[in-house]
């Protein structure tokens, strides 16, 4: 657990970066650090492990002031991850990850089998990678390494300073869904620097919005979303929130189960009596595996034979467990008011349409605004 | 690959011209130096150089790490500036200036038999490239790699140890790379200041005006330079770390 309690950090010239903040992370939470350049974000987070050292206030650790501690034995209990170029380039992707490991003075064994299973934990083949260096990986695989070599000894608390910043968007975002994926397993107490409204509501359980070295809001992404504290919180967060506020659904919870489906070989006719006594316009193809193949719509009496000769093959689809935003992502990209919902394995699950996001989204703020 | 070709050509030749030059009976109104005296010179130059490349860097090095440390880093602007106008002074000055105060010719310092005054004057000359490279290769490390291990609760002492100075090592080593290479060159003036080395047959070629004895002595100090630079080299590579060389295979 971390708290601060009214931190504050004014340097010799008088300068204020941070002024009284004070927040509460749980244990397990993921707190996001949220702000303009400028904001005091990364001088707070600088706080926890005393890279910068506090002029006001205090912060405990599990109850205790950092202050008290020994400042190195209180690094090494906290997990550090910063941006890829944060690697030491001369030392192996072993080297860096058992960085901390060795100088709390883990017998060789230990950190070595450590090494290989955070490297596997982070997605990467520890045969192959482990003895690389990281000017031998992409700029992907250096961020892996550096998530990994922060929990190098398993610290219970975890800083990370914009750890997905210097990368394309794609795979920044695959990094998001593999951290997300990994914190479920492991647990950690996170403090997560980052000016990118979009990452802190994907990632964050609480984000602390700040802005010019004081915290505006304090909240769940969904507060700071649709229950905005004040004007700044508003622009902050733009115009665009619900838009936004698609990243905290996710497409089960407003996806349709079951739609009439009907398999690849068999009549057409039959089909078209179907749709024709249940008044449907269009039925989902699965094939007997129940992975999902395409639509057949309701047509005239005696074209085609069987229902793979007159279907619309398409893979077009939704997963079942990503966010809203990327299945509209998906639906206007290819045009469709309604799409597939899928598993991981291809398999039917239900249907997402068009009117269901909208509905929800109205719901929502409905529901979330103030009175 | 092509660069050591070149420098084994250059080689070749100047070790050749001296030898064509040294068989000669007479060349003009001289009589070409003998191999044994060529030899001496040689050595003599050697010394000079080695003994100035040492002094330059137990100073150099520890001064320009030094004045990246917190609390010495408002002494690195007039310090540079200082190695800096050393270097702006013609070498020939510099030289010129050690003789009033240190003397002329050879002093017997512990056991050899040594010019002071060229060996200071050269250790002036030469400071500049190392003094430089050494804060450089410190104050050029991403801060974020020096961050990054602070942050993971390394000491000064271990940071300094384990990431700064083998990341500064290659760099450092070309300052001491680029410093020889320009001192051996230089010291051919210590023969101004009667200290020998392969100097003083460069002068006495130019004193007699006979252009091939000036070759005699020249040719065998672009030897030395070319050698001591190919050496020096060899060592910056075999210290620069494994990391820093290989590049990106998979991207």
Known sequence: MIRLDNVTKVYPDGTEAVREVSLEVDEGELCVLLGPSGCGKTTTMKMINRLIPITGGAIYIDGVDNTMMDENELRRNIGYAIQEIGLFPHMTVRQNIETVPALKGWPKDKRNKRAEELLELVGMDSAEFIDKYPSELSGGQRQRVGVARSLGAD????????????????????????????????????????????????????????????????????????????????????????????????????????????????????????????????????????????????????????????????????????????????????????????????????????????????????????? | MRRQVILIILLTTCIVVTICITNMGKVGVMTPFTYGEIWMETRRHLQMVLIAEFAV??????????????????????????????????????????????????????????SVSAIVALSIWGLMPILRNSYAAINNINPAIVEAARGMGMTRGQIARKIELPLALPVIMTGVRVSTVVVVGTATLAALIAAGGLGRIILAGVFSGVPLITLQGAAPTAALAITLGFVLERIESWMTPRGLKVKAGIS
């Not at chain 1, 010019?212 to 508003?234: C, H, I, K, S, W």
């Not at chain 1, 057409?268 to 193809?285: C, F, L, Y």
């Open chain 2, 57 to 114: 860097i137990l100073i150099g090095v520890p001064l320009g790490i030094l004045v990246t440390r917190q609390g010495f880093r408002k002494l690195a602007t007039p310090i540079v500036g200082v190695a800096n106008a050393g270097q702006s002074i013609p070498s020939m000055a510099i030289v010129a200036i050690m003789v009033p105060i240190l003397g002329m010719g050879f002093k017997k310092v512990l056991f050899i038999e040594l």
């Open chain 1, 155 to 371: 610290p219970p608390i975890l800083l990370m300073d914009e750890p997905f910043g210097a990368i394309d968007p794609i795979t920044r975002v695959r990094l998001q869904d593999e951290f997300l994926k990994i914190q479920r397993e492991i647990k950690k107490t996170i403090m997560f620097v980052t000016h990118d409204i979009y990452e802190a509501i994907k990632m964050g359980d609480k984000i602390a919005l700040m802005n010019m070295g004081r915290l505006v809001q304090y909240d769940t992404p969904a507060n700071l979303l649709y229950r905005p504290r004040n004007e700044f919180v508003e622009d902050f967060v733009g115009t665009d929130r619900a838009l936004k506020g698609l990243q905290l659904i996710k497409v089960k919870e407003v996806m349709t189960g079951s739609p009439p489906t009907v398999g690849p070989d068999e009549k057409a006719e039959t089909a078209r009596v179907r749709m024709e006594r249940e008044e449907i316009d269009w039925m989902a193809v699965v094939n007997d595996k129940g992975e999902f193949l395409g639509w057949i719509e309701r047509m005239e009496p005696g074209k085609g034979e069987i229902v793979r000769q007159v279907m619309k093959s398409s893979t077009v689809a939704a997963t079942i467990d990503a966010v809203l935003n990327e299945a509209l992502s998906v639906m206007l990209s290819s045009r469709l008011n309604i799409v597939a919902v899928v598993d991981s394995r291809n398999r039917l699950q239900g249907t997402l349409s068009f009117d269901a996001i909208q509905n929800t989204l109205a719901e929502v703020t409905q529901r979330e605004k103030p009175e």
